[in-house]
């Protein structure tokens, strides 16, 4: 018996074999081991066998190596093997790839014309064209931008908030920033990852403390932070329409440290600035505020006897993507935030371009004169503050009448640019509303 465990001990690969004899009713039973080495790898292997004519169960095979941290040598194991290959040009890298790429995969894209083209070259044509259309600055009319905003009584900082803006860098914000970079994202056109900023923070800090310092001085910035890359992704369940993609900007991470510096800062003064209407990427406002808002609204309606109100929620096309960088830059002067830290942004969307990288081929750099970049963390911010604009507008314009409950009159809910207005008298409330819109689209 034992010659025939050992067999099946050799052909498992294991180093040791426990073998318990189970005791019939009314013996005392016994047990026997059996130990053989064996240069083969360790195994684990549980199964209970049961035989009648031997009259014995094998309840347990196992390695004397478990006990010694099997699961840890095996893995350190598969880790070194994937180290040793995944930068060779292999069947490795590209089985890892594959799925990547036919998810980013664009194979065909649809005319304004209703056609389907799938000529990669024409697609490469469709959309390079058409994001370098959606970027351009289309407004050049600085007078009307002038006159919209002078209409209107915009929240303001007071000295000392400017002063704290204006206040030079410090290595301990750069250290922090460095600190809380989210890990295992796609890195900026010159290849380093938030991982390599962390793993050298302290010989990298002082380097960009004089970079950020020579920035603040000269208010212009390196050639290099201005090259951006857009990655388009297909949405899923939709069409080919161009419109339909999502458009990823990713910056280099000297760009985006410098750009969290300016938003922390900003941030800290912006519920002065942006009203409690906006729960979009404001500290301590969550989405649900507004989901009670309206709920309330709708309750209060229900109660009336005259129902003349409506409730419209509105959703601005690409609304990140067409602001104006000339009105974005007025808006923050009317709020009275200059010296450095305006300084800053203006050089930071001087003059920034970006590649399109479609079905991993880069296409030729386009100007992005428009649009604040998505996946910059100071770009929520400015967004918010642009948008309060019309908010402020439209919270201003009598004619445009809310909803009264108690003291208070309810005309606005905001997530970003998803905007719900609780109207009265809709006749001429609506008209108002959108020759207010009309008028704020044309400048901003």
């Not at 049961?50 to 010694?68: A, D, M, P």
């Not at 750009?259 to 990427?281: E, S, T, W």
């Not at 200059?338 to 100007?367: H, M, S």
Request: net charge positive; with cysteine; glycine share 4%.
């Amino acid at each position: 018996m034992s010659a025939k465990l050992e067999n099946l001990a050799v052909a498992a690969g294991l180093e040791k074999v426990n073998i318990i004899r189970l005791p019939k009713k009314g013996s005392t039973g016994s047990s026997v081991q059996t130990t053989r080495q064996l240069n083969s790898s360790p195994m684990l292997v549980r199964f209970c066998s049961k035989s009648s004519k031997l009259g014995f169960s094998i309840c347990e095979l196992r390695t004397s190596r478990l006990q010694v941290g099997f699961r840890k040598g095996r893995g350190n194991k598969a880790k070194s093997w994937f180290f040793e290959r995944i930068n060779k040009i292999a069947k490795l890298l590209a089985r890892l790839i594959k799925k990547q790429r036919e998810k980013k995969q664009i194979n065909k894209i649809r005319h304004e014309n209703g056609e389907i083209t799938t000529d990669n070259t024409e697609i490469q044509r469709i959309i390079r064209d058409y994001y370098q259309q959606l970027y351009a600055n289309k407004m050049d009319n600085v007078e009307e931008m002038d006159k919209f905003l002078e209409k209107y009584n915009f929240p303001k900082l007071n000295q000392e908030e400017i002063e704290n803006l204006n206040r030079p860098i410090t290595s301990t914000e750069i250290e922090t920033v460095i600190k809380n970079l989210p890990a295992n994202k796609s890195p900026g056109p010159d290849g380093f990852t938030a991982e390599f900023y962390q793993k050298f923070r302290e010989e990298l800090t002082p380097i960009l403390l004089k970079l950020f310092q020579k920035i603040s001085e000269a208010g212009k910035l390196p050639n290099s932070f201005y090259a951006a890359t857009i990655t388009l992704t297909p949405k899923p369940d939709k069409d080919a329409t161009k419109r339909k993609l999502q458009a990823n900007i990713t910056d280099e991470y000297r760009c985006n440290l410098l750009n969290k510096i300016l938003a922390i800062r900003i941030q800290q003064h912006v519920k002065k600035i942006i009203h409690h209407d906006q729960v979009g990427f404001s500290p301590r406002m969550q989405g649900f505020f507004n989901i009670c808002k309206s709920i309330n609204v709708i309750h209060h309606i229900n109660k009336l006897k005259n129902k003349s109100h409506m409730i419209i929620s509105t959703d601005a096309e690409k609304a990140f993507d067409k602001i104006q960088h000339p009105f974005m830059i007025k808006t923050l002067q009317k709020a009275e935030i200059e010296g450095t830290y305006l300084n800053i942004i203006k050089a930071i969307y001087d003059k920034p371009i970006a590649n399109i990288i479609l079905n991993a081929e880069k296409l030729k750099a386009f100007p992005l004169n428009s649009g604040t970049r998505q996946g910059c963390p100071l770009s929520p911010l400015l967004f918010n503050i642009v948008l309060e604009v019309l908010a402020t507008a439209i919270r201003a314009e009598k004619e445009i009448k809310g909803i009264q409950i108690a003291k208070e009159e309810v005309k606005l809910s905001l997530f970003a640019d998803d905007m719900i207005l609780y109207i009265e008298n809709p006749k001429d409330s609506i008209r108002k509303l959108l020759e207010l819109i009309n008028e704020y689209s044309k400048v901003a």
